[in-house]
Each structure stands twice: as C-alpha cells, then as structure tokens.
C-alpha cells in the first residue's frame, strides 16, 4: 500500500481547495481511505507516487490529478510525502460521499423540499431520501407522481399528523390527555379522508392504481374512528353530546352551583346576616362558598373554614349552603370520574389499533 501525504503549515485555511480534491478523488473512484489531521493522507492499494512516471500501478493509466496535486503543493505549501510510515497517527476519518453531498448544498434541496411537504413524515422522508437503484425504478415512481397531477380533486392531506409520540405513550399504557387525543384524533380524520377519496368516492374522474396500491394499508380501526368521531367540543373538551352521561354531571354541577349563588345572594340580602360580616363578599375556599365573619358571631353564621392573619376575620360557609356544597363536592368526583374513564378507554382502544 502507498500513501499520499499531503502537509499544510500550521494556520493555513483551504477548504474550498481540500473539497475539490476531496470530489476529484471520489470521481475517480479509486479511494479505500482518506483521512485529515495536521496533515491529509490517502492510500489505495497500488499507487505508486514514487515512481517517476506517475502511474497508476497495475493499469499503468497517467494519474489525471497529478497537475492539480502539483498545482496545490505550490501554491498551498505542500510538500508529498510517499512514506506509509509517516501518516498522522491522529488523522481524523473523512466521509467523500458525505463531503461530496455537503460540498453540494444537497441538504439545503432537501430543507427546501421539506417546506413543502404537509405531513411531519413527510417532511422526515423529504430530508433523508431513499433513491431508486434504476432508471426503471424512477420511472415507476413518477408513475404515482403523474397520477396525482392527473387528478382532479386535491390529494386531502392534513397538516401536521405526527401521533408517533401519543401511539407509543399509548402502547406503553400512559392515559392520553385531551390534547394528545385531540390530536390523534384529527390524525384519524385525515387518514379516513385519505382512505375515502383513494377509494374512489371523491375522486371519480381519474385512473389512480400506483396511488391506490401506495395507500392500501391505510384503513383506520372503524371502531376508533367511531369513538373518536365528534368526542370533543369547539372548545376542545370531551363533547357533552358525544357521552351524555358526561353532559348530564356538567348540567347537574351548574345547576348545583346556581342553587348556591342564589341561597347566598338570598342571605346577604338579610340585614340581619350581614351584620355579622366583615366583608360582604362571596369567596370560593378549597371548593366552599364562605364570607368573612366578626370573630364574635363566627359559631352563629356556619361551619369555619380558615381566618385571616390578623386573626379580625374568619371566614365561614354558612350552614344554609353545606349540604348543597356537599352535593356539588359529589358531583365534581363523579364527573371527573367519567372523564378519567372515557380517557382510558379512548386510549386503550388507540393502543389496540395503533398499527
């Protein structure tokens, strides 16, 4: 094996020239190992540099780059080192596809691309591509290309669709919150778009068969569709109308509360009740209805909740509100309840079909 030593003096900056070489290299496709430390070394099983007509060894074709090496030693302060022996022992690997691709701008295409993708894995797949090992397979993949120009109707893609996250919390048994399956959910509603329009039902007037083998797989659990369908409001809460027993603790809890705004109202109408008030305020304490009392009629009004620092205040639920209070407490433990299950179950059935 021979070697190619290329040593540049300390402080000397030529990037854009190492890259030319780095791509004149990988042209010729003769390259087993190419490295950069305080110097640039390249080997490749018989090469003979030494040797004074410069030739490849056992093709005996004149080395096309032996003028621009030369070019750069003089003009880089390079010297050519053919000793195997001499190569830094803390070269650092370089990568010639890599640098080729960089040298390129090929990943500011791809980022450019991307921005026009809808989906988030579209977007992935748009930065990291998977090319076709054959003409034949390239034309075969402009089929689908042509497919989606020809049709009539707009291919109903969603923005965003990126649950990847929520179906591995699922599988792995974590509760989804609202806005995690708010989110599947609209994710569910693209794909039975999606499904629909390959189908055909939408999408009438074209031929579509590259499109519709692409999209096979895409059939979204009936069962989760239905369960998901309308299971939030507009402001972005599990429907009343979609689990009316969900609808039925939320009507029983604002009535509950009317019922003790209006007793409450009612008694500080009183001359008499408010003569024992410090403040005739209303005031919500850990879920109680209270009003701050004197000290002196604080066993008079109802049950004490707490005082104030200065110990002039006590602040007390009036007996009259306790027993509604305490119905309200119920209320708000049996709806949270049926949220708690209804989340459960919505994300059980997201982790049985998360495929």
Known sequence: MSTITLRMPAGCRCTAMLNLILIFINILQHVESF???GSLSYQKHGLDFSAPSTTLGNHGRPFAGQAL????RSSENMVIDTNPNNIDAAAIPVDLEARTWQSLDFQVLLDGLAKYCQTAMGQRKARAPHFAGSAAEARARYTAVREVWDCVDPVPLRSGMDVEAQLALAAQGTVLEVPELREVAAALEGLAALRKWLDGSINEKASIPTLKALGEDIRPSEQLVALLDG????EGELSGKKFPRLGALREGILRKKQQIRSMMSSLLASAEFTAMLADP??????????????????RSVGIVHGDSRSGKTVYVEPAQVVEPTNELKELSIA???EESRLLADMTLQIANNKE
């Open 35 to 37: 490295s950069i430390g």
């Open 69 to 72: 090496l030369s070019s750069i």
């Open 231 to 234: 299971a939030f409001d507009e």
């Open 281 to 298: 305020q209303v005031q919500e304490l850990e879920g109680r209805y209270v009003v701050a009392v004197k000290p002196t009629y604080k």
């Open 335 to 337: 709806l949270k309840a």
